[in-house]
């Protein structure tokens, strides 16, 4: 499946996410049994951890179709470039989604100056660079640096040397940025 087929796939669930009419494709037995000696996802997902953010739900997807990574501010270092590096070169996938969200928390928090203790502040110094640029921006600031936010982290993914670097260069593979509406359910795919 190439990247764009694979954005046509998510569009279409998240439709039918926001209009309720869910067909939940591939949770049935049938399914578990294709997919337990190997998963095929044809999108990778790097979303917040945010409990009311759950990709296979609001793109309308089932078992083994996306491979799905969380992280609060949905910030990626070597731990989560690893694991969608795996996902590119021995899953195939071919898209990668960096999906950003509506009154993200971890993104508020790295507003203000405030020290928030232990390991938290390494999220934050992770967004901040998203926030000095959504200060310059008109509109919501909260809005503007979550969107900015995922289009630094998508952009980082794009240059993450060797293997998402190359595969995006010369193997099909794109990254595009999103932002979650929790109000309404729509996903706004910005890159």
Known sequence: MTAKEALKLLKEGNKRYVKGDLKHPHTDPERRHEIADAQHPFAVILSCADSRVVPELLFDQGLGDLFVIRVAGNVAKDKVFGS???????????LIVVLGHENCGAVNASLGD?????????????????????????????????????????????????????AVKTAGVEVVSAYYKLSNGEVEFLS
Do not use: C, F, W
């Open 114 to 166: 405030a020290d928030p203790g232990g390991h938290i502040g390494s999220i934050i110094e992770k967004i901040k660079p998203a926030v000095y640029m959504a200060r310059r921006m008109k509109g919501d600031l909260l809005t503007n640096a979550i969107k900015v936010n995922a289009q630094i982290v998508g952009e980082e993914l794009k240059e993450t040397k060797p293997i998402l670097s190359d």
């Open 84 to 94: 969608i590096e795996y996902a590119v070169k021995y899953l195939n996938s071919k």
